[in-house]
Nanobody, 115 residues
Framework: QVQLVESGGGLVQPGGSLRLSCAAS????????MGWYRQAPGKQRELVAT???????NYAYSGQGRFTISRDNAKTTVFLQMNSLKPEDTAVYYC?????????WGKGTLVTVSA
């Protein structure tokens, strides 16, 4: 089992930045991939970015060049640095961890981009 707790969401003006954090606990040594997903009101949950256990990263088109996923050396915390935020980035951001085909989710943190 893996437990995930997100933090760092909030209200930010367009063009601003936020850094989200996801603290993982439990059987973290078995995690293959960690990532961030988001769900805007009335829309399906979508991929934002992922990072594998060996450090390979992948980004959705909407975040390329603006978002950066990273993790600490202990591989217990994953970060999402979000720059040049747009109103369309408003969503609940969820942390995800995968062990083989099993997905674990955090409860999410709300990001609101508005003037």
């Amino acid at each position: 089992q893996v437990q995930l707790v997100e933090s760092g969401g909030g209200l930010v003006q367009p063009g601003g930045s936020l850094r989200l954090s996801c603290a993982a606990s439990g059987t973290i040594s078995r995690i293959n991939v960690m990532g961030w997903y988001r769900q805007a009101p009335g829309k399906q949950r979508e991929l934002v970015a992922t990072i594998t256990s060996d450090g390979r990263t992948n980004y959705a088109y909407s975040g390329q060049g603006r978002f950066t996923i990273s993790r600490d050396n202990a591989k217990t915390t994953v970060f999402l640095q979000m720059n040049s935020l747009k109103p369309e980035d408003t969503a609940v951001y969820y942390c995800n961890a995968q062990i083989k085909l099993i997905n674990f989710w955090g409860k999410g943190t709300l990001v609101t981009v508005s003037a």
